[in-house]
């Protein structure tokens, strides 16, 4: 079993509409937990950190059940410019916290 | 704005080569990380740094090894290059405690013939 899994998508979505995404976790003892979103052709970039308490930033909102192992992602009012691949990232070990990706899901915003 | 930069963003190499990437941040964060990405196995973690001249393996180190030398500065080395090494290679680094908090370099696609 892979230590972060997600749906790989593709998420075909029209503008405007509301979106989730779900990413599961085998390690238990994981203490963070983030989104990142990555362009086409270009670098990961850090969307929102997870908080047990769940958090909101604009249009996106991420939540953590840590009973059922799971993170999820949600896109209020989807735009043209969310199109991208959405990764669920945990941290894994203790002491130096190492980040583990999932392999991502991808969202298609269209008009 | 944090900076990463990496040397080449693309590289065409022949088996048995020796490969050198570089990896350059400007934002004086202590952890540095080479991560390779390919399809349908996402990023996986071959080495990192946490401090100058200390160097830990990750998941994949079989066939590489890094250098820091310098705070800034995060090489990652192929002894001799193979195809299953053909990837994209992304830097990162990270403040110290923050290891949510990566930035990334553009990436180096590596194609080994």
């Known amino acids: 079993r892979k230590e972060v899994e997600q749906d790989p998508g593709p998420f075909n979505v029209p503008e405007g509409a509301t979106v989730a995404f779900n990413c599961t976790y085998s390690?238990?003892?994981?203490?963070?937990f983030f989104w990142y979103r990555q362009d086409c052709r270009k670098e990961p970039k850090l969307l929102m950190s997870?908080?047990?308490s769940g958090n909101e930033d604009g249009r996106f909102t991420a939540q953590l059940n840590r009973a059922s192992q799971y993170i999820s992602l949600l896109i209020r009012d989807s735009k043209l410019s969310d199109s991208a691949t959405y990764l669920c990232?945990?941290?894994?070990?203790?002491?130096?916290?190492?980040?583990?990706f999932g392999t991502g899901t991808r969202l298609l915003v269209s008009p | 704005d944090v900076k990463v930069t990496q040397s080449s963003r693309y590289l065409v190499k022949r088996t048995g080569e020796k490969v050198f990437l570089e990896c350059v941040q400007d934002?004086?964060?202590?952890?540095m990380f080479w991560y390779r990405q390919d399809p349908g196995l996402g990023l996986r973690l071959i080495y990192f740094s946490y401090d100058v001249k200390m160097k830990e393996k990750g998941d994949i180190p079989e066939g590489y090894s890094v250098s820091r030398e310098k705070k800034e500065r995060f090489s990652l080395i192929l002894e001799s290059a193979s195809t299953n090494q053909t990837s994209m290679y992304l830097c990162a680094s990270s403040f110290r405690g923050r290891t949510g908090e990566l930035f990334f370099g553009e990436g180096s696609r590596l194609t080994v013939l």
């Open positions: 990232v945990v941290t894994r070990g203790t002491g130096f916290q190492k980040l583990v």
């Open positions: 997870v908080y047990s």
């Open positions: 390690n238990s003892a994981s203490q963070s």
């Open positions: 934002m004086d964060h202590e952890n």
